[in-house]
């Protein structure tokens, strides 16, 4: 079966940089989260769309911004990159109706390091 | 204030004896589901079972089971006939109903789980 699928999956950056990292989701999903999950930390949730809407948004720094396409994929975008911004980006995505309602499935995620 | 808390830092469980790892959560929402992913050294989050505040049967799923005991508002996760496959992090999390996409997850701190063969 198709799952989520996230790229690039590692990232390596300058501080002050720029990086956007994209998701595409199981097809047929309707919603996309993203997480960020630092070294050793749980996973925390930065932002999420459904049916291309933002939806709700969490301790998203105001120097990333995030959108979801027609197509349904999602890029988040980075901007002035700092080392505290090194950690695994997960992005999920998870259908609104069904046997599976709202189950979120995540992707392999993509590992930011900033130096 | 928390509202996953796993009390389990670390557990060392022999191969072939079944584990059980504790997760107990806080909301006052009467619509809520719950969550149990692993994640191995690799990095990936994966999906194993999910436990719905209405739902009357706890969850299974081959070797997993969620031992769903709402008056205690908790949701313990049990591997039976553990495998050295197995050794990994386990997050326990919760989503609270809301509208159509407002459903964030809350992910406990974790249990790093370590199977001895």
């Known amino acids: 079966a198709a799952g989520v699928i996230q790229s690039p999956r590692h990232l390596i950056k300058e501080k002050r940089e720029t990086a956007t990292l994209k998701c595409y989701p199981i097809p047929r999903h309707d919603t996309v989260y993203w997480y960020q999950q630092g070294p050793g930390q749980d996973p925390q949730f930065l932002i999420s769309?459904?049916?291309?809407?933002?939806?709700d948004k969490g301790s998203i720094p105001d120097r990333f911004s995030a959108q979801q396409f027609s197509d349904y994929h999602s890029e988040l975008n980075m901007s002035s990159l700092e080392l505290g911004d090194s950690a695994l980006y997960f992005c999920?995505?998870?259908?609104?109706?069904?046997?599976?309602?709202?189950?979120?499935?995540f992707g392999a995620g993509t590992r930011l390091s900033v130096l | 204030a928390q509202k996953i808390t796993q009390t389990q830092p670390g557990m060392f469980v022999q191969e072939k004896e079944a584990v059980t790892l504790d997760c107990t959560y806080d909301t006052s929402d009467p619509s809520y589901g719950l969550f149990w992913y692993k994640q191995p050294s690799s990095g990936e989050m994966i999906f194993l079972i999910y436990q719905g505040s209405y739902d009357q049967q706890n969850a299974t799923e081959g070797r997993y089971s969620l031992n769903f005991q709402k008056a205690r508002k908790s949701a313990n996760l049990v591997i039976s006939a553990s495998q050295l496959g197995d050794s990994a992090m386990y997050f326990c999390?919760?989503?609270?109903?809301?509208?159509?996409?407002?459903?964030?997850?809350?992910f406990g701190t974790g249990t790093r789980l370590t199977i001895i063969p």
């Open positions: 999390a919760m989503r609270e109903e809301g509208n159509f996409g407002n459903e964030k997850l809350t």
């Open positions: 999920a995505s998870s259908f609104s109706q069904g046997a599976f309602k709202n189950i979120q499935y």
């Open positions: 769309f459904y049916e291309k809407m933002q939806s």
